[in-house]
């Protein structure tokens, strides 16, 4: 997977002459010196930080964290203080919620987008441009202040406070469709689909079995920002979710709400959420990074 | 695909071929039609909705709902609350979205440059993007504590006396945008990054050759190839500033108790704490959808704004020279 962005296919390639001209030392690659070290590991640090200080909170007593001078290592309270958010703010069930969410999301999202973003790519037909046109400019179009109809069209449906009101409005993205069909364009030979019509393989067998393969990098991409984005949502789940069945962020509020006294439950539950997140991003913050910067265009 | 039935000496295309092609087309609408069955139902009908519900009294508890025409409009306007809403959204937009750019702007310059670690500086500035709003929101909400958070007494050790962030008008909006910087400033800078990896070393080569300083490169060569992405980061930024929700909402934990007022004298409620206020808390849904509304046609004149102050013309980066910023 590490290799995947470098991969001759892959839209990372189209900058390659330009990553020679940087590595033949024309002049606009700077070798960093010292005080560029010195901002970048104080820049880290304060990226870091806070994440870390929900660590320390979380594993001590509210009297440590307000003690002065605070604490600054981890205590032993973590499990303690875990099982209360854990009882209290139906932090178990939380998890679980945000995981099926993202997770469904992630795999909507991606399947969806690839199909759509592959017919948009390399299929004709009527109003290709015009409805790809149409798909990029919502882009712009900010969802959450469609919350209040969107309230309204679950009620009628039944589906407020349960998991899958969450789900199926973000189960597709316009930027999505856009990131899957740049990357099928530039990734996905014409010649090689025309290939598979010409043996007499429906467009259905030469998506899975050519397309699917060849795009695979970028579809793994799409799904961890989705992912990421899924499991970060907040307005919308804190709208049409209840406290008894929550996903985390809305736990999170919850406890935000009720224990405002107690800031060593609130980073418990702070931790709690946060290291799903954190444990992906350690295994595959590379390819996010490289994904983000490849996109572009996230808003 | 026409030219497969022009081949000499197939004047006529076979039964096969014809189904081939009917096959593409079929098969290019239901591999599109997921996504606009999807988008349209839970993303456009209720976005465009939320005009017809602006027009209407509806409440959250009783069913029915009444034309009222632009009264919830006037209403809005005539209310204290939503002007001061409009004005924290400005200015909070403006505290969170200005730093955060120029910030991301340098960082990106000084991540271009070759050293060890390059990745895992990425990496690490990135977290905070992968940490949610409502984990950020409580954690600097204590953070910037008035009796017993660390801002203070990091502020103490140095001889400055305990800030009342909370309470106040301009401390709280620094704080709240300090969340939005916190999370974003990264992200950015890895977006500008992108872009200026895509700029051509001749350009520098060239520039240096004509005796131009490091900083002269930067300012004639490095900002205007990165002005549409600095276009598009101020866009996507501003209509963010404008939806802003989860960091004031949470913030007011600190105080207290999280809810949407956005501060004991309102002093952080931006538009979409509002817009949550009315129609969850007060149970109007035409107030809320005429904020919605509101916010959105801020959104439109903003983005109208940017894009004329760069060129008159509307272009999303990305679409023509995607290739030149993977």
Not at chain 2, 95 to 124: E, W
Not at chain 2, 287 to 316: D, E, P
Request: aromatic share 12%; charged share 10%; proline share 5%.
């Amino acid at each position: 997977m590490s290799a995947v962005l470098e991969k001759p296919t892959t839209p990372a390639a189209a900058q390659s002459p330009r990553r020679r001209n940087r590595r033949s030392g024309a002049g606009d690659v700077q070798r960093a010196s010292w005080p560029t070290y010195v901002v970048l590991t104080v820049v880290s640090l304060v990226s870091v930080y806070p994440l870390y200080w929900a660590l320390v909170g979380g594993s001590r007593t509210s009297a440590d964290i307000s003690s002065d001078p605070p604490p600054f290592v981890p205590g032993g309270n973590l499990w303690t203080n875990l099982k209360t958010a854990w009882d209290d703010g139906h932090m178990g069930k939380a998890l679980l919620n945000s995981l099926v969410v993202s997770g469904s999301i992630a795999l909507g999202t991606v399947l969806f987008c690839t199909m759509a973003g592959f017919a948009f790519a390399k299929l004709r037909f009527k109003g290709n441009n015009a409805l790809f046109g149409f798909t990029v400019a919502t882009m712009m179009v900010p969802p959450q202040l469609g919350i209040i109809p969107l309230y309204l069209l679950m009620s009628k449906l039944h589906f407020n406070n349960h998991i899958i009101s969450v789900i199926l409005p973000t189960l597709v993205t316009a930027f999505g469709v856009f990131f899957m069909r740049q990357y099928v364009t530039q990734a996905v030979p014409t010649e090689l689909l025309e290939a598979g019509w010409i043996d007499g393989a429906s467009t259905s067998r030469i998506f899975f079995s050519i397309v699917i393969p060849i795009v695979r990098p970028a579809m793994t991409v799409l799904g961890m920002i989705t992912f990421l984005a899924a499991w970060n949502d907040f307005f919308w789940p804190v709208v049409t979710l209840s406290s008894d069945n929550p996903t985390v962020q809305v736990a999170l509020n919850n406890i935000g709400v009720g224990y405002f006294t107690d800031y060593s439950i609130v980073f418990a539950g702070v931790v709690a959420g946060t290291i799903p997140v954190i444990v992906v991003f350690a295994l595959l913050g590379r390819q996010i990074v490289g994904g983000i910067m490849q996109g572009s265009l996230k808003g | 695909m026409a030219s497969s039935a022009a081949l000499p000496g197939r004047p006529r295309i076979t039964l096969r071929q014809r189904l081939s092609l009917w096959d593409r087309s079929i098969t290019a609408y239901g591999f599109i039609a997921p996504f606009f069955v999807l988008f349209f139902a839970f993303g456009l009908y209720p976005l465009l909705d939320t005009a017809w519900v602006a027009l209407h009294r509806e409440s959250l508890t009783a069913s029915g709902s009444s034309w009222v025409g632009f009264d919830n409009f006037t209403w809005l306007f005539g209310n204290e609350y939503f002007r001061k809403s409009l004005l924290n959204t400005v200015t909070i937009g403006i505290l969170s979205t200005v730093p955060q750019l120029l910030v991301a702007l340098g960082l990106a310059h000084l991540l271009n440059m070759k050293m060890r670690g390059r990745t895992f500086f990425r990496v690490i500035m990135l977290m905070p993007y992968a940490t949610s709003v409502a984990a950020a929101a409580l954690v600097f909400a204590q953070i910037f504590g008035t009796d017993s958070g660390l801002l203070n007494w990091l502020l103490g050790t140095v001889g400055i006396s305990p800030v009342a962030w909370e309470p106040g008008h301009w401390t709280s909006q620094i704080a709240v945008s300090t969340i939005v910087i916190w999370r974003w400033t990264g992200y950015n800078a890895l977006i500008y990054l992108a872009a200026m990896q895509a700029v051509p070393g001749d350009l520098y080569e060239a520039a240096a050759i004509d005796g131009a300083s490091k900083w002269q490169q930067f300012r004639n060569v490095t900002l205007p190839s990165l002005k549409p992405t600095i276009l598009f980061t101020v866009v996507v930024s501003s209509i963010g500033a404008t939806q802003l929700f989860g960091e004031p909402l949470l913030f007011s934990a600190g105080a207290g108790n999280a809810n949407p007022l956005g501060g004991s004298s309102h002093q952080y409620q931006t538009m979409g704490l509002l817009m949550y206020q009315q129609a969850f808390t007060d149970g109007s849904l035409g107030r809320a959808a005429a904020t919605a509304w509101t916010m959105f046609v801020i959104i439109i004149l903003v983005t109208l704004l940017n894009t004329l102050l760069v060129s008159g013309r509307i272009r999303i980066p990305g679409l023509r020279r995607k290739g030149a910023r993977a």
